[in-house]
């Protein structure tokens, strides 16, 4: 059954896409969408770019590109605008950074040097190794996010957008739990007059953009949008939101690794994982409280790939450990080691090592092009609230409440790419396949 073929608004018009935090996964995003416009690079890691998506049967031979398929804004229609701590344009925090070649950065040089970040919501207790001096002062919390609005405002009408997204890039938060100011809306605007220690800078930035109507992404594993009071907004205002912590690295190996080892009915007695991260994000994560909110993020995984409670022979009690170490010589090049103790046939014991020697924000850029296209196509398409379907991007997906989330990215991606086929009223993608054995049956497979 396919009903809903939505009516899509067209995507016309400049498409501003506003970043908080202006560091390396912000700046290698931005440099590389103005490197791919120029023919200077390709958008590798891009789902929207380069992905592809199957339209009924198999035999029908309809493939085209995701973003001929639904009506994405196109990478020339993008206008960049964010926050930072810090006052450097984006050029010269690109090239503190470290993550791109100079010689690229030179080629986008007066793009990137024209990006000055405006100044940011920022409160030390929430991430305590970081000090800048580009803050907003304000009366109370309330004050801070009205400046924000006006900032969206401001940015909406001097660069003539026509639509916006926002997408948290900035660093890991201290952990913080739901608490009953975060459970209406009610209570969390007084919460905000009040001037509330529970209320973190990025869900001042998160009401903000929702008020705003401003589509929502959380890239960092801080609590943000994932509380009552901000998803009943956002279905109130009719904006979408989405997250949360980029899925990169190792957490990326674990939802490919994973859902294979059970698809075999493999055992599992232990996954060690450690890592070594010398960029910012790794000094932030060096606290034990900013720590804490990765490690909630990074431990869920397994748990709910493998489901140890339906495969108690398999998966009960397995241990699970995450470590995080911070190395500044190796900069933004994080390495992510894995000792996976596996069980075969007759409870033998195996092991599977890793050794990934990733560049974190070369894995994470692509991935906000990917949510500021999708998110602002949700937008047009009239869904709000919580998105789902773009789990695919996310260590710790954010669901309705009281279902759990699905971690395997193979399912994710069929979540994703059937979302959109039901936005364009395309049959779904089953993968049954009796269709080509038996004429009588009409599910795509």
């Known amino acids: 059954m396919v009903e809903r073929r939505a009516d899509i608004a067209p995507a016309t018009g400049k498409l501003g896409v506003l970043l908080v935090g202006l560091g390396a996964v912000s700046t290698t995003f931005v440099a590389g969408v103005e490197a791919i416009k120029r023919d200077i690079s390709k958008p590798i890691g891009s789902l929207t770019q380069m992905g592809t998506i199957r339209l009924g049967k198999r035999t029908d031979n309809r493939v085209p590109l995701i973003r001929d398929f639904v009506p994405l804004a196109g990478l020339d229609d993008l206008v960049f605008g964010a926050w930072d701590i810090f006052e450097d344009n984006a050029y010269d925090a690109a090239m503190n950074a470290g993550v791109l070649e100079k010689d690229l950065l030179n080629q986008v040089s007066e793009q990137l040097s024209s990006l000055q970040p405006m100044k940011a919501v920022f409160d030390p207790r929430y991430v305590k190794r970081l000090d800048g001096k580009n803050v907003k002062t304000g009366k109370n919390k309330m004050d801070l996010a009205e400046q924000l609005i006006a900032e969206i405002s401001k940015f909406k009408t001097d660069n003539d957008c026509d639509r916006l997204v926002m997408v948290w890039a900035a660093s890991t938060e201290i952990y913080l739990e739901s608490s009953e100011i975060h459970n209406s809306i009610e209570a969390f605007e007084k919460a905000l007059y009040d001037d ?14 929702i008020k705003a109507g401003v589509p929502f992404a959380n890239g960092a594993p801080n609590l943000t949008v994932d509380v009552p009071a901000l998803r009943e907004l956002s279905e109130k205002e009719g904006v979408p939101i989405c997250g949360k912590d980029f899925k990169t690295g190792q957490t990326l190996m674990k939802t490919i690794l994973a859902p294979g080892l059970k698809s075999r009915m493999l055992g599992l007695k232990g996954w060690y994982s450690t ?4 960029n910012r994000d790794g000094e932030v994560l060096d606290d034990p409280e900013n720590f804490k909110t990765k490690e909630e993020s990074k431990l869920s995984v397994l748990e709910h790939i493998l489901q140890p409670d339906v495969y108690p022979d398999l998966y009960k009690g397995f241990s699970h450990v995450v470590r995080i170490n911070y190395y500044p010589p190796r900069g933004d090049n994080k390495e992510g080691w894995d000792n996976i103790d596996i ?19 070369i894995l994470a850029a692509p991935l906000v092009l990917d949510l500021a296209l999708f998110m602002d196509l949700a937008q047009r398409a009239g869904l709000k609230g919580i998105q789902e379907w773009l789990s695919f991007y996310f260590k710790a997906p954010q669901t309705a409440p009281g279902l759990y989330p699905e971690h395997d990215i193979f399912i ?8 959109l086929r039901y936005m364009k009223g395309e049959e779904l993608i089953t993968h049954l396949g009796v269709e080509y054995y038996d004429e009588g049956d009409s599910a795509s497979g």
Do not use: H
């Open 412 to 419: 994710q991606l069929k979540k994703l790419k059937n979302t």
């Open 196 to 209: 509330a220690e529970d209320i973190a800078p990025s869900m001042v930035y998160a009401y903000a953009a």
């Open 343 to 361: 069980v075969g046939w007759l409870g033998y014991p195996m092991q599977i090592k890793i050794d990934f020697l990733c560049r974190d924000s």
């Open 275 to 278: 890592n070594i991260l010398g």
